[in-house]
Structures are given as structure tokens and as C-alpha cells.
């Protein structure tokens, strides 16, 4: 059951990620470039990276378009702020604005796209050799 929770202002800046997800108690929501519907979650790992012992990234879970509410996939950036510990990599994270997540998860979108065509290009091209191999 779903229930309203007005905004509180006083838990951060809505305008970045990590302030947006205090101020509304809930991960922000996006609209993306192939029409379906994302939320996004900063989640942090240990890396051997120097930049720190912690990596913080974006998850972002797509959502089914129809039929029962559930998941239908994700997509995970890199490590994109580094911290001593989990909380310090995740609040430097949560420190970017909401813009530039969307632009990053656009961007996500973009390269799948691109991969997508080019896996089928290169599997016409090799059924195209198929048949010459076998007239």
C-alpha cells in the first residue's frame, strides 16, 4: 500500500540525488530515453582503486511496462566516488545532481543501443557468410 509522505526539506537538497531520496524517503524516479520507467539506488563496494578503499555506483532498476508491477532489468554504472568507507563513497555520490544522473543513464541507454544494433549487424553479416559457404 502505497501512502503520501510530504517532502521535508530540512533532510537535504533535493536537487541532488542523495538529498532528493532524503527529502522524499524514496529512491528518485526517471523517465528515460527508451520510454520506460527507472528508479536509482547508490550502492557502494570495496575496490583496490587509490582513489578509495570504497567505490559508490548507481543501480538503476528498470520496471515492467505492463501487466504486473515487478522488475524487468538494470543497469549498473562504474564506480563513479570513492570513499574510506561505504557511507563516505555514497555521499560523495549522492552529492551530484539529478540532471546528470539522467544524463548518465541516458547515456547507459545510448551505448546499449548502439551494442544492440551492432551485435545484429555482425550476426547478418555472419549469416550472410553462412550462405555463401553453403551455395
Not at 3 to 19: C, Q, V, Y
Not at 25 to 47: C, K, M, N, Q
Amino acid at each position: 500500500m502505497s501512502r503520501f509522505l510530504p517532502a521535508d526539506h530540512s533532510k537535504g537538497d533535493e536537487r541532488t540525488i542523495g538529498g532528493y531520496a532524503a527529502v522524499h524517503a524514496r529512491p528518485a524516479a526517471f523517465d528515460a530515453r527508451d520510454g520506460l520507467s527507472y528508479s536509482v539506488e547508490i550502492l557502494a563496494d570495496r575496490t583496490d582503486a587509490p582513489e578509495g578503499a570504497y567505490g559508490a555506483f548507481f543501480l538503476f532498476i528498470q520496471w515492467k511496462r505492463f501487466g504486473e508491477q515487478g522488475v524487468a532489468g538494470h543497469l549498473e554504472t562504474p564506480f563513479l566516488a570513492f570513499g574510506h568507507d561505504a557511507s563516505s563513497a555514497k555521499a560523495a555520490l549522492g552529492a551530484m545532481p539529478v540532471e546528470e544522473v539522467q544524463r548518465i543513464l541516458d547515456a547507459m541507454l545510448v551505448e546499449r543501443e548502439e551494442e544492440a544494433r551492432e551485435a545484429a549487424r555482425r550476426a547478418v553479416e555472419h549469416d550472410d557468410w553462412d550462405d555463401e559457404m553453403t551455395a
